[in-house]
């Protein structure tokens, strides 16, 4: 597959990612997308010639041309949407990116994926609230996801290199450049735990209308988004309303009622958009990622599995527990069908669900 036409499906006019997904999920390839003629694309459901119309391939494959020689000039990682380094938890999303950008070593598809989001303006209190999270996560392989913004973010992102925790900067511009250039050397060292991920070509600026399409993608990639101190607007609130859309756990922490930075905390928490949370024992509890006794399962009660099943519950019993998205990658599954054979599985009391779409072994 190639990167210049996997950049060219991000420059072409007239269609959004929904409806490139859904004509790719009909052809054979990227590759076969620019080649074949408009009239055998007719063929797909949904796709009509005014669609088409607006579409010019050959513009768009000149104009990712430039990128491409970009890119084989430096060390930074293309993700595709089909390819298996892709953040999988953002394909759960009817909007979500088809082509990521990153620089660092980082794991998308770690069992547990936290964003960690807050005002600009963070306070000595959310400062506080920030560490004791953060090191609540050592060693529990969970990875932490903020904007590397001004505030709770960068503080979020120093904490995790201080405790050894992998953290992800989503940045709203190409990664040719750190914005805020203050953060560049917090960015440069999150690279060695970590890194930056984007879905904006170089050349990009970080323009006021690319933060909340950066938002989506601190929400839709993570198990669960936690809010420390905003105000009434924002893009933590943006950040947490795209996770309440996405069906992801939201949780908020409490504050002062008479500070300006704990409104939209107590507004999450009011309208029940947020778990109310005083601690990271509150987060484990209600996300059931306490740390759990070993446990012995009987496999000869699962004599009557199927090849499939006795798949994802082989996954189960290794980790202890997986999330949807985890285990669909993990069986090399769509992820329709390993939802429908979880069901079935918890009708006969093998496995059990868990808050933030998990799921764990009965026994």
């Known amino acids: 597959m190639h990167l210049q036409q996997q950049i060219a499906l991000t420059l072409l006019n007239g269609t959004g990612r929904k409806r490139i997904r859904q004509i790719l999920a009909h052809t054979e390839s990227v590759d076969a997308f620019f080649s074949e003629p408009l009239r055998q694309l007719l063929q797909i459901p949904g796709v009509s010639e005014k669609t088409l119309s607006r579409i010019n391939r050959e513009q768009a494959l000149k104009d990712a041309e430039a990128h491409v020689s970009y890119f084989e000039k430096k060390d930074f990682r293309t993700h595709f949407f089909q390819s298996a380094d892709f953040p999988m938890r953002l394909n759960n999303c009817e909007d979500g990116p088809l082509l990521l950008f990153s620089d660092g ?67 709203g511009h190409g990664l040719d450049r750190i914005y805020p250039a203050v953060h560049r050397k917090i960015a440069r060292n999150m690279c060695e735990n970590g890194g930056l991920l984007t879905e904006f070509l170089p050349g990009t600026a970080p323009d006021r209308m690319n933060f909340p399409m950066r938002n989506r993608i601190v929400a839709g990639m993570c198990d669960a988004t936690i809010v420390i101190e905003s105000g009434e607007k924002g893009g933590s609130l943006i950040t947490a309303e795209l996770a309440n859309d996405y069906c992801r756990d939201v949780f908020a922490f409490p504050g002062d009622v008479t500070r300006e930075f704990s409104s939209g905390c107590h507004a999450l928490i009011q309208q029940n958009r947020a778990h109310l949370i005083t601690g990271s024992a509150d ?67 093998v496995v059990r669900s868990l808050p933030g779409k998990q799921y764990q072994l009965v026994g």
């Open 105 to 171: 070593m980082m794991d998308f598809n770690a069992p547990r994926v936290v964003s960690i989001v807050g005002t600009r303006k963070a306070s000595d209190y959310g400062k506080k609230l920030c560490e004791e999270l953060i090191r609540s996560f050592m060693g529990k392989h969970i990875v932490v996801v903020s904007g590397l913004a001004y505030g709770i973010d960068i503080c979020v992102h120093q904490l995790c290199l201080e405790y050894g925790v992998q953290t992800i900067g989503v940045l």
């Open 283 to 349: 987060f484990f509890r209600i996300m059931n990622w306490e740390e759990q006794p070993a446990k012995v399962i009987q496999r000869q009660l699962f004599t009557d599995l199927s090849a499939e099943e006795s798949t994802l519950v082989q996954l189960l019993e290794e980790s202890g527990g997986l999330s949807l998205d985890v285990i669909a990658l993990k069986s090399q599954a769509v992820t329709s069908k390993v939802s429908a054979l979880l069901l079935d599985l918890e009708f006969r009391g």
